[in-house]
Structure formats: structure tokens, C-alpha cells
């Protein structure tokens, strides 16, 4: 009996180790974002539903976050906030004093699913900042067609929420004195952005005093654009505004850069003026990069004093649609400033100012994506309406497949209650995703089974 106690002890030993790691972290996770919680308190209410730790993957999350600033009714909601560091020693060293201990040579700070409405009043503050330091005789690309910039043309063209998964990441090596940032952000049926800054650096270690004390070099910059979708709701809503053809449009366009680079004071070349009208072709894609020939620091920094050396030391390179554009040819000249082009494409186009429907209001561009179907319903709401709040709404098993994408809970006909977010409805079976405490799972329901369904809209 005392052999079987003992081997049992020795068997349940690591089960017990990993329960107890797993409640530390747990401790600490929940420590961590209820003190965040009680420092943004005074600008916000934030808000959290549960915590996720993935002990393989090492990496840490707050699930289904709504943070509603103070003194309005905006509310943003992001489904998912995660942390991934290499191992769990170098995670716990974000617990500490990161102005003196060395950070994780590693690190990955996620936003998925972040939700915000165009109309929302935060939105509009900072547009307004936005537009504040624009010069007004600047010309603006896409004045041809409309006299509205920024979320406002967004949400004539027919978009009412954004949704955008963002990233931001860094790697670094000791060994090849090698520090690697990347940003990125994916926003549904807009585009794809990214940007990844490589730098060399004399420190052996990643930490706020190391880095101080060294010297940085840049190795390589690179930003890459990929559409999805509004280049051609841009030039659908232009042919819908003016009947302007795909020909006119691109010669408005092209009148517009010329105009707009012309008033910076530079010159450029046809074939570049050309790749700046690829860029607003439907599913475009355009890359920049400048990779110096040997790590630029301050010292080579500084031979910088003219257009030839700045190309001559960083070696810039732009890609449009997967083709070269030469950079060569282009010009330091005066300052031309000028009004919106005047040509015959683009006389008449812009509506006057004062006309009585807004624009896009004759027109139906709602987005297809049916992951944010419920997120944009309805038209821009009127200044006495109070601003829509997703919650959870019982909708019909019947017009289910209007939700795709979506979180829901429902209990079937046996009593069972699932939570979870609808992947795909195939027939008479729905496919659901949900997030367990060791990861997700994905399984289908047949929709018959269903008694009763709420979805988060």
C-alpha cells in the first residue's frame, strides 16, 4: 500500500507543479490588468469578460475587452489583447522594473478584433485633429469625386464599423548585434499594412540603459500595402457620384498627385506618376523599402545633404503590383501652389457643398464581409439617436447565416449552453469556435437543435 502511495505522489507530483504554476500566472495576469483596469479609470471604463494562458505557447491574453471612454457614449470593443514572449522566465520580466532589467529577447503585443464605429464622436475629434495641421490650399487626392475626406468619405462609400487586427513585435540577437521591429494591421475590406525597421546595435543585452549606451545603426526599412477593398468601393462610389469612367478617373487622379507633389516641391517622372495612379487599382499592392549597403549610424547619417546622397546611401526601392519603379529622375524644384485640377475630366465632378442629401445616401455600398455584418448595421445615426452598443440580441435561428463571424451563445433543445463564435453555417450544420482554457476548439451543431440563440450585435 505504502509502494502504491508513493508511486501515485510521484506520478501526480508535475500535475500538481503545473497546477500551481498555472494559478500563479493566473494571479498574476488578473493582478496585472485589474491594476491597468484602476490607472485608466479616471479616462475610461475598461473592461475585461476572462483571461486566457497558453503554458506551450507561452503567451497571455484578456479576452472580449470594452473600453468606454469617460464623458460620451463611444464604446470600443477588442475580442482579443495577447502577449507571446520565447519562455515563461523572460515573460515574468515584464512583472519587474523594465527601465533596469533586460527585456525578453522576444516579444509579441497582439490586438485582435478591434472594433470602432466611423460615426462615433471620438472618431470625428480625431479627424478634426487630423485636418488641423493640413495646409487648406493643399490639394487632397480623391477631390475629384468628392468634396468629403477622411471617415466621412468612408462612410459615404458605405463603411460604418472598421474592424483591424494589429501586431507589434521585435526580435533581437545578441549574437548578430540584431534588433528587429515590426507593426502591422489588417483592417477588413480596406488593406493590409506592415512596416519592419531592422537596426544593429553595439548592446548585448535589450534594455532601456543598454540601448542608451549604445550605438544604433539602421540596417533596413520596409512598408508594404496590400488592398482589400477600397480601391474599388472608391471608384465604384466615384462612378455612382459623377459617372466617371475608369479612364477618367485615373487621369483626375493622376491630375490630383501632380498638383499635390508639385505643391511639396518636387518633380517626378511619367513612369512614377503612373505607379502613384497602380496604386488605386483594385487589389493593389506597393512596397517600399531602403536597405543602405552597410548599417547607416549617425556619422553616415549626416553625409545626408542632398536628394542624390540620401539615394546613393539608403538605396530606396518601390515595388506597384509586383513591378520595380524606377526612382530615378526625381527633382528638388520650387513650391507650385495650386487649386483642384480644372481639366475637362474634372470640371462639375464635385457636388456643390450645400446640396441637401449627403453623399452615398442614394447608393447601397454596405460591406460584404460578413465577420463585421452586425457591427454595421444601419445608416449613420442622427445626432439625437443614442449611439448603438453591441450587446447580446436573440435573433431568429432562421437569419443566422446574417451573423457569420460573430460571437453567440445559445442553449439547445437538450439544455446545453454554448458560447462561442460562428465560423460558418453549411446546410443544415453550424460551425462554431470556442476558446477553451488549453486553446480553441471547432465544432459543428446541427441547427435544428438550436432552441434558443442570442448573438453579440
Not at 501515485?8 to 500538481?16: E, K, N
Not at 505643391?263 to 512596397?287: C, K, S, W
Not at 447565416?401 to 450544420?429: C, N, P, Q, S, W
Request: net charge negative; with cysteine.
Amino acid at each position: 500500500m505504502k509502494r502504491i502511495a508513493l508511486l501515485l505522489s510521484i506520478l501526480l507530483l508535475p500535475v500538481f507543479c503545473v497546477a500551481g504554476f498555472y494559478g500563479f500566472l493566473w494571479w498574476r495576469v488578473t493582478e496585472a490588468a485589474d491594476e491597468m483596469v484602476t490607472k485608466v479609470s479616471p479616462f475610461a471604463e475598461l473592461s475585461y469578460n476572462d483571461v486566457r494562458i497558453d503554458l506551450v505557447a507561452t503567451e497571455i491574453a484578456l479576452v472580449d475587452i470594452r473600453v468606454a471612454p469617460l464623458g460620451g457614449t463611444d464604446q470600443f470593443n477588442i475580442d482579443e489583447i495577447s502577449l507571446k514572449a520565447p519562455d515563461w522566465s523572460q515573460m515574468l520580466r515584464l512583472g519587474g522594473d523594465l527601465g533596469v532589467e533586460p527585456w525578453p529577447d522576444a516579444l509579441s503585443l497582439r490586438l485582435k478584433g478591434f472594433f470602432f464605429r466611423l460615426d462615433s464622436a471620438l472618431m470625428e475629434q480625431w479627424m478634426q485633429l487630423a485636418q488641423q495641421g493640413q495646409p487648406q490650399d493643399m490639394t487632397v487626392i480623391g477631390q475629384f469625386c468628392s468634396s468629403m475626406q477622411g471617415a466621412d468619405l468612408l462612410q459615404a462609400m458605405g463603411y460604418r464599423v472598421l474592424g483591424a487586427d494589429m501586431e507589434l513585435a521585435y526580435s533581437f540577437d545578441a549574437v548578430e548585434g540584431r534588433w528587429d521591429v515590426d507593426i502591422s494591421a489588417d483592417t477588413a475590406e480596406v488593406g493590409d499594412f506592415s512596416m519592419g525597421v531592422s537596426l544593429k546595435t553595439s548592446s548585448a543585452s535589450l534594455s532601456k540603459s543598454a540601448l542608451a549606451g549604445s550605438q544604433l545603426a539602421l540596417r533596413s526599412v520596409q512598408s508594404h500595402f496590400s488592398d482589400k477593398g477600397f480601391n474599388r468601393r472608391f471608384r465604384e462610389y466615384c462612378a455612382t457620384q459623377s459617372g466617371i469612367t475608369d479612364e477618367q478617373f485615373d487621369q483626375a487622379l493622376r491630375e490630383e498627385f501632380e498638383a499635390m507633389i508639385a505643391y511639396t516641391g518636387v518633380g517626378l517622372t511619367d513612369e512614377l506618376y503612373q505607379g502613384f495612379v497602380d496604386m488605386y487599382r483594385p487589389a493593389a499592392n506597393i512596397t517600399f523599402q531602403m536597405r543602405p549597403d552597410t548599417p547607416l549610424g549617425q556619422m553616415q547619417a549626416v553625409q545626408i545633404t542632398s536628394l542624390d546622397s540620401f539615394m546613393s546611401l539608403l538605396n530606396p526601392a518601390l515595388l506597384i503590383n509586383g513591378e520595380p519603379v524606377s526612382l530615378a529622375g526625381i527633382k528638388l524644384l520650387e513650391p507650385v501652389k495650386r487649386s483642384v485640377p480644372s481639366s475637362a475630366v474634372t470640371q462639375g465632378l464635385v457636388p456643390p457643398s450645400g446640396s441637401s442629401l449627403p453623399e452615398g445616401a442614394q447608393q447601397d455600398l454596405s460591406p460584404s464581409t460578413a465577420s463585421l455584418d452586425s457591427h454595421m448595421k444601419g445608416s449613420i445615426a442622427p445626432s439625437k439617436e443614442i449611439a448603438h452598443r453591441p450587446v447580446f440580441r436573440a435573433v431568429d435561428i432562421s437569419d443566422i447565416g446574417e451573423h457569420i463571424g460573430h460571437r453567440a451563445r445559445m442553449v439547445t433543445y437538450f439544455g446545453r449552453r454554448i458560447e462561442g463564435r460562428i465560423l460558418k453555417i453549411d446546410h443544415h450544420e453550424m460551425l462554431i469556435e470556442q476558446r477553451m482554457q488549453r486553446g480553441v476548439a471547432t465544432y459543428s451543431i446541427a441547427l435544428e437543435k438550436v432552441a434558443e440563440i442570442e448573438v453579440y450585435r
